[in-house]
C-alpha cells in the first residue's frame, strides 16, 4: 500500500496558477501585464497567509504565463519567505544553457545571506498545446532518431550539468591561460537538488527517481488501470519512492501532487461555484496526447465536507507539498479570499500549518 509523506516532513500547501488572461468584460485578467503583475500580488498575499509556494504554469502560443524567469525573479524580489517555482517549464522550448544562467540569477535573488534559495523548477517533456510543433518554430528540432520526448530529457540533462557546476564550454587561453571546460555563471548553491520533473505515468517516475529529480504529479494521468485517481497516483509515489531508495540517493526527495480545491464560503462562492456539473466532483477518464488519461476530481463544496474528502485523498497523504489551482482570472482578492479560506478551514486537516515569518 502506499506511505504516507517521509516521517518528519513538514506537509506543504502552494498555489498554482495558468497564468490565463482574456480581453472579455467577464475577466479581472485581462491583459499579459495583468496576469504577471497579478501574479506577483498574489504571491505577495499568499506569503502573509503562511502559504508555503507560488507556483506558475508555463505555456506557449497562449493566452498564459511564458516566460517564466523575469516572473519568477520579480516575485522572488517582493518576497522574503515563500518559495517561488514553475509546474511546469516545457524543456523542448529551452536553451539549457541560457535556462540556467536565468535559473540561477533568479535564485540567488531569492537567497538571503547564508541560506539557499527559494527556487523549486518543476520540467518536463510539457503538454499538448495549441501550436503544431511549436518548438520547431523556436528552432528546436529533436535529431534524427530522436522524438521530441528525448530531446527534452537531453536538454535537461545539459540543464543539469550546468547548474551543478560541470565545464559546459572550452576556455579561451588567450583570455583565461587555461584550456579547460568553463561552467556558467553564476553558481546558485543548492539549486541542483529543488529541480522537479512533471510525470504523468507510474514509468516516467521511477525514471525521475533514478535521475535524482523530486517528482512533480498533476491532477491527471496519462494511463488508467480502473482505480480511483487519487488510489492511482499513491501507486506512482510509492514506485517513485521504491527507486529513490533503489538508486541510493542521500538526499529525501520532495513529491507533490495539484488539486483544484474550491471551498463554498461565500454567497460569490456559491454564485460561481455552487452549480458546477456532477461530473467535475468525480473522476473522469478520456483520450489525450493520443492514448486514455484518468483526471482526479475537483473538490467543490463545504468547506468541512471537502476537508474531510481531501484527508482520505491517498495521494495527498504521500505527498509532501499540494499545490491548489487557482482560478486566476477571477482576481487577487478573490484568489486571496479563495487561499485563505482553503488554509483556515481545509488544509489543518491534511495536517498543514501555517509558514510562520
Not at 517555482?85 to 540567488?108: F, K, Q, S, W
Amino acid at each position: 500500500m502506499p506511505t504516507t509523506a517521509e516521517p518528519g516532513m513538514k506537509k506543504r500547501i502552494g498555489f498554482l496558477s495558468f497564468g490565463h488572461w482574456h480581453p472579455s468584460p467577464q475577466s479581472q485578467t485581462r491583459s499579459g501585464r495583468d496576469a504577471l503583475l497579478q501574479s506577483i500580488e498574489l504571491a505577495v498575499a499568499a506569503e502573509e497567509l503562511g502559504i508555503d509556494g507560488a507556483f506558475y504554469r508555463v505555456h506557449h502560443f497562449a493566452r498564459q504565463l511564458a516566460s517564466p524567469f523575469p516572473l519568477l525573479a520579480a516575485i522572488a524580489a517582493r518576497t522574503s519567505r515563500i518559495e517561488i517555482g514553475t509546474g511546469v517549464i516545457d524543456m523542448r522550448y529551452e536553451n539549457p544553457l541560457y535556462m540556467a544562467e536565468e535559473a540561477a540569477a533568479a535564485d540567488l535573488i531569492s537567497t538571503h545571506s547564508g541560506g539557499e534559495g527559494r527556487l523549486q523548477l518543476g520540467v518536463s517533456r510539457g503538454s499538448p498545446e495549441p501550436a503544431a510543433d511549436g518548438a520547431h518554430s523556436f528552432g528546436y528540432v529533436p535529431p534524427e532518431g530522436q522524438d521530441d520526448a528525448a530531446l527534452a530529457r537531453a536538454k535537461t540533462e545539459t540543464f543539469r550539468l550546468a547548474i551543478s557546476g560541470a565545464g559546459v564550454a572550452p576556455a579561451n587561453p588567450q583570455m583565461t591561460g587555461t584550456s579547460g571546460l568553463l561552467p556558467i555563471q553564476p553558481q546558485s548553491p543548492g539549486l541542483a537538488d529543488r529541480i522537479w520533473w512533471g510525470s504523468g505515468t507510474r514509468a516516467t517516475a521511477t525514471w525521475t527517481a533514478e535521475q535524482g529529480m523530486n517528482l512533480m504529479s498533476s491532477t491527471l494521468l496519462t494511463e488508467d488501470t480502473g482505480v480511483p485517481f487519487d488510489e492511482l497516483q499513491a501507486e506512482q509515489i510509492q514506485l517513485y519512492r521504491d527507486a529513490w531508495a533503489s538508486a541510493g540517493w542521500e538526499r529525501t526527495p520532495r513529491v507533490s501532487v495539484s488539486r483544484s480545491v474550491i471551498p463554498l464560503v461565500t454567497d460569490e462562492d456559491r454564485q460561481i461555484f455552487g452549480g458546477r456539473p456532477g461530473h467535475d466532483t468525480q473522476d473522469q477518464v478520456g483520450f489525450l496526447d493520443g492514448g486514455l488519461a484518468r483526471f482526479g476530481k475537483s473538490y467543490i463544496g463545504e468547506p468541512d465536507e471537502i476537508a474531510a474528502e481531501l484527508a482520505k485523498d491517498a495521494a495527498v497523504s504521500a505527498a509532501d507539498t499540494v499545490l491548489l489551482t487557482v482560478p486566476n482570472q477571477l482576481g487577487v482578492d478573490y484568489n486571496t479570499r479563495l487561499l485563505a479560506a482553503i488554509a483556515e478551514h481545509v488544509a489543518p486537516a491534511i495536517g498543514w500549518e501555517p509558514a510562520r515569518p
